[in-house]
């Protein structure tokens, strides 16, 4: 995926309709965070299990939701001047270290705990 | 970047740690709405304006947040079969259409008005 | 519950740590949105069963969100005067005849229905 | 406000419509957040200003969002059997000591600095 070239159709976008005056980080945050609770608002009254067996219908709804959000997410790098792919390989280098294989394999409750630990 | 190869290193961490059973679709939309919560309160209490001049730490911050929410995004991706590539190109052509540039050009009101159209 | 009094000390809290000028309706509903998800984060990785299962540490955790939640909404509502139990009584109201008992009663799937009805 | 009169209500409302079986703490925990993003949404792309200004019509909305996040707390309070109005009282007392106010007053850093302070 290109994500300098989204990022500059998205801008141009913007551009053209002269939002970048509400396009402030805030606010991007702000519309981002809005979408992922359209995303997550699919799956509120789902089992688990009814989760992972969308309708067609639905799937497309959510698939629309996940496209929302990586384009405020992809906007809001723009404006931070953020690369997202270097920020993403280090968090997956972080996470490698913060979670060891060895010691949350297995069991709810030590993926929890760790989960849990505001580190 | 390279979504495809993300996502298999994310699936064989999940795999690596048992982690398989936490991550139904549904509780992935959990975590990353959480994701995008805890991104959303960097600038909660910031002005617009303080929004676009983060000091470098909280920037720092901020981009953590933002990988975060992108894991999660493309391992829901994942877990759904959805091609996050050739959703966002979709949905980019549907925004086009729906916020027709000669029509939302300029004014808070249109944008917002616009905004608010739950079509 | 006396929220009337509630808001009095939050407004007081307020007024003698000069937060007004950070307690604009906008940041307010960004706060709540916010503690929510602290909320959230509490269940994420939980079954439905161990959701009602809560440890005395894990509930006493929640409880403080849930405050923080209420905290945010009375003082919003305190901010754009509005009298959140007349909301309150008419949004059950409305409720009653959005959901009747005998439409919608006993299947998730009609739930979930009337659940995405945008109306 | 009578809370426990609402919640009384609340219970047979949800009886009445065989929706316990939705009504999973984890579950009322996604719907209380998706609720607070519904009030956000209204506030996303407006400056502080004009969100101390909002019209009539869009007033009357956040007000039913508001009710909204309120009826989901009280109902996930009666689910965890916790006491709101306690929870409340003892998380002013807990903020009373947490921002004593001759530390925080004034200044927003300040104020930021507390509120980022993960303790």
Chains 1, 2, 3, 4 share one sequence.
Do not use: C
Not at 32 to 52: D, I, K, R, Y
């Amino acid at each position: 995926m290109d994500i300098d070239a989204l990022q500059k159709r998205f801008r141009q976008f913007a551009d053209e309709r002269d939002w970048n005056q509400f396009h402030t980080p805030k606010n991007l945050a702000m519309a981002l965070s809005v979408e992922a609770s359209e995303l997550l608002e699919h799956f509120q009254w789902l089992s688990a299990q009814e989760s992972s067996e969308l309708s067609e219908e639905k799937l497309n709804q959510v698939r629309q939701e996940m496209a929302d959000v990586f384009l405020y997410l992809i906007r809001l790098a723009d404006k931070l001047d953020i690369n997202l792919e270097d920020a993403v390989e280090e968090k997956m280098v972080l996470n490698a270290k913060k979670y060891p294989a060895d010691k949350v394999k297995g069991s709810a409750k030590k993926y929890t705990d760790y989960q849990d630990d505001p580190s």
